[in-house]
């Protein structure tokens, strides 16, 4: 049908996202999902980021993401501000499955040490301990609601927590790990 | 007699142990026997693993699912996120074979095996589907005496509804939470912000102020539409942020109001008769008047 009207096109440079693209690809997203993004804005409709008011929020980060911005990720802390609780997934109409790209994108941040400093206290604690978050005081506060000062978990298995830490050595943490694993 | 491996995961042996008691009290009462995860891990939560590698987060998942593969049963959690990031990683290498395959050789080397036919429960799933409304009803000590609840379910608890092979039929309009709280003697009307995010977690601790600020006003919208009695979470994170958090927004005068929060194995184990001192022995926010509402509603 003859609108009248020119549509205006943005011409990327492929070879200028091809590079970033496969960083997502083999951190877990799907190119090809992300690829079929209509920017309807669902997904910003119901995150809670945007709703706290974060600027830079999930459909944004979609939209940078399939334009190949890679250095907006490394600059901007938004991916590490997300709940992880799957609205966009779930309401997303053509099943890109947002929220697997900012795991995607968090994994290829990480990799360039772009990344808060919880994540790699929780990553320590969690190798060390077999528990990301252990707030201090937990012996008293179990024996006060008459439960053993230790839990039974790797935390107090000192077996099984070195058994899972052998584990880990298997992971990619061996060649990550912002820290000696042992 | 029923089974069930009890998954601990971080905050609920270590920050709440209230909550654990009150799983472990509940459970006994329902005659479910509870099989201890030993040497159970953190799920591992979405800010690390899983933020990190698939096959790390997935292997991280297994090592902890192997446990309860060992003994033979299937996991319950209170945690949200430990059921989602359980679920998710049982998800993950259901649909890809081959991640699981990459999984095992990581588990072999020391000796263990993920097979993939544990079912992770939540808590409150678990009473709804397996014990049932009815036998739950039969268990009950004391009535919520008419306490208006405001119940916040978790996202990780309902979405992605994919991951989860028990659910609520419409998955954004929850109602077994509210169909306990109703069937112990309270009331749990439906608000409109019911749905949304309690805040707590990653984007609390990026940007706290918007964080707190995004449960202010879900909370606000729900006293102007309910005027709850009692906050009551399907959730351990969302207890933090309704108990913890709440009492830290009070002495900081960033809210005018005290809601008393318990998580539902909290509330479940007040009304079956626990000592307070232990069910809610860390809560924050006073909950004597409601100890008092729940003892003088036989
Ligand atoms: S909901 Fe899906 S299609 Fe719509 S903007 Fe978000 S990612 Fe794109
Ligand atoms: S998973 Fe993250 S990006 Fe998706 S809706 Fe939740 S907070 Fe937003």
């Known amino acids: 049908m003859e609108t009248g009207r020119e549509t205006n096109v943005i011409k990327l440079d492929e070879e200028f996202f091809k590079e970033f693209e496969k960083e997502l690809q083999e951190a877990g997203m799907s190119i090809k999902d992300l690829r079929s993004c209509i920017q309807c804005g669902k997904c910003a409709g119901t995150c809670p980021m945007a709703l706290a008011g974060l600027e830079f929020f999930i459909k944004k980060i979609v939209h940078a993401a399939t334009l190949g911005l890679r250095e907006i990720f490394l600059d901007d802390s938004s991916v590490w ?31 360039e040490y772009a990344m808060p400093s919880n994540t790699i206290d929780g990553l320590q604690n969690y190798y060390k301990l077999g528990h990301a978050v252990v707030v201090k005081g937990y012996e008293n506060r179990r024996k006060k609601v008459g439960l053993p000062e230790l839990p039974p978990t790797a935390l107090g298995n000192e077996e099984m927590r070195k058994k899972f830490q052998e584990m880990l050595k298997n992971t990619v943490l061996a060649e990550v790990a912002p820290f000696p694993l042992d | ?197 309690c805040g707590m977690g990653a984007l ?54 005290e809601i008393p929060a318990v998580h539902i194995a909290q509330l479940l184990a007040l009304v079956m008769g626990a000592e307070p001192e232990k069910a809610v022995g860390l809560a924050e926010v006073p909950i004597d008047g409601i100890i008092t509402k729940i003892k003088g509603g036989k």
């Open chain 1, 81 to 111: 501000g997300c709940q992880s609780c799957n609205r966009c997934v779930e309401i997303c109409p053509m099943e890109i499955k947002p929220y697997e790209l900012i795991q995607a994108i968090r994994r290829v941040s990480f990799r």
């Open chain 2, 1 to 197: 007699m029923r089974k069930i491996g009890l998954f601990l995961g971080c905050n609920i042996p270590l920050r709440r142990p209230d909550i654990e008691y009150s799983m472990r009290y509940v459970l006994n009462k329902l005659g479910v026997e509870i099989v201890e995860l030993d040497g159970a891990t953190c799920c591992p939560a979405f800010g690390i693993m899983p933020s990190i590698d698939l096959v790390g987060w997935c292997a991280g998942s297994a090592w902890n699912m192997a446990i309860a593969e060992e003994k033979e049963v299937d996991i319950i959690t209170g945690c949200g996120s430990c059921y989602g990031s359980l679920n998710e990683a049982r998800y993950h290498m259901e649909k890809h074979p081959e991640i699981k395959e990459e999984v095992n050789k990581i588990l072999g080397k020391v000796g263990k095996k993920y097979e993939g036919v544990v079912k992770v429960w939540n808590f409150y799933n678990y009473i709804y589907e397996e014990i049932g409304i009815e036998e739950l009803k039969k268990k009950i000590k004391y009535s919520l005496n008419d306490i208006v609840c405001g119940t916040q379910v978790g996202c990780h608890n309902l979405w992605p509804s994919k991951a989860y092979t028990s659910n609520d039929d419409n998955v954004f309009k929850p109602t077994r939470m509210r169909e306990i709280c109703e069937a112990v003697g309270g009331k749990a009307p439906w608000y409109s912000t019911i749905l949304d995010c």
């Open chain 2, 204 to 257: 609390g601790s990026l940007a706290k102020e918007k964080s707190w600020a995004l449960w202010r006003r879900k909370v606000s919208k729900m006293i102007e539409e309910i005027n709850p009695e009692l906050f009551v979470t399907g959730c351990s994170s969302c207890l933090l942020r309704y108990d913890n958090d709440q009492a830290q927004m009070k002495k900081g005068g960033l809210i005018d109001f």
